[in-house]
């Protein structure tokens, strides 16, 4: 089945220590999403890909940053978490923009 | 900010139909109504769409207001399987897109 994968499902890393996400889909979609959500929080996005072309959110820390490769793949790095930084990471992808978006299961990030 | 306001949480018996409302008071012309649910520890999930006709497919109903500053979700036979965070978003389509996610609605679906 077409999907969005996201590896791994749980990350832990320690105060300061950069760390990256990935995200893969088999989906071929042109758009890519990457959405923190935090305890008891609704998602909130961080930016977004159409192909190549990046969007950040106006509101995103410089501290996160993200990559994409190719059509396949994206990146979520994360230069030095703080502890706030502990949350689940969600990548999406959409055929288009505006379109229905698919999730993928999620990374929970612990920052020791 | 979200441009949605819905209850915090509803409960439902099982095999009954669990209807969500929404108030979108400020939609614009070209903004469509959204519907997204999150089980516990899964990503979002897409539900349903629409612009301003009624809509249905193979998991609800939505059913937007003549003005459009309302919404219902329809979950027509609710399952404990149901039991999420619904969330209803507006959202314009095209570059300038993307989802606002707002407190939701905690449905519960009890035997």
């Known amino acids: 089945d077409a999907m969005v994968i996201q590896n791994p499902r749980y990350q832990v890393t320690q105060f300061g220590k950069p760390v990256t996400l990935s995200c893969s889909q088999t989906?071929?979609?042109?758009?890519m999403y990457w959405y923190q959500q935090k305890s008891s929080q609704a998602p909130k996005l961080l930016f977004h890909y159409y192909d190549k072309d990046f969007n950040n959110e106006a509101d995103t820390p410089d501290n996160f940053q993200s990559r994409r490769p190719n059509t396949s793949f994206c990146f979520l790095d994360i230069r030095s978490p703080g502890l706030g930084d502990a949350a689940m990471y969600l990548c999406?992808?959409?055929?288009?923009?505006?379109?229905?978006?698919?999730f993928g299961p999620g990374t929970r990030l612990t920052v020791l | 900010d979200a441009k949605t306001t819905q209850p915090t949480s509803m409960d439902c018996a099982e095999g009954r139909a669990a209807n969500l409302p929404c108030n979108h008071s400020t939609i614009s012309g070209n903004e469509y109504v959204y519907w997204y649910r999150q089980i516990h520890s899964q990503g979002p999930q897409y539900i349903i769409h629409g612009l301003k006709n009624n809509e249905t497919n193979e998991m609800a109903s939505l059913i937007i207001t003549e003005d459009r500053k309302s919404s219902t979700l329809i979950l027509p036979h609710a399952t404990l399987r149901d039991t999420a965070v619904y969330y209803c978003?507006?959202?314009?389509?095209?570059?300038?897109?993307?989802?606002?996610f707002g407190t939701g609605t905690r449905l519960q679906v009890t035997l």
């Open positions: 999406a992808t959409s055929r288009d923009p505006g379109g229905e978006q698919f």
């Open positions: 989906l071929n979609h042109n758009v």
């Open positions: 978003i507006v959202q314009v389509t095209g570059t300038a897109s993307k989802l606002t």
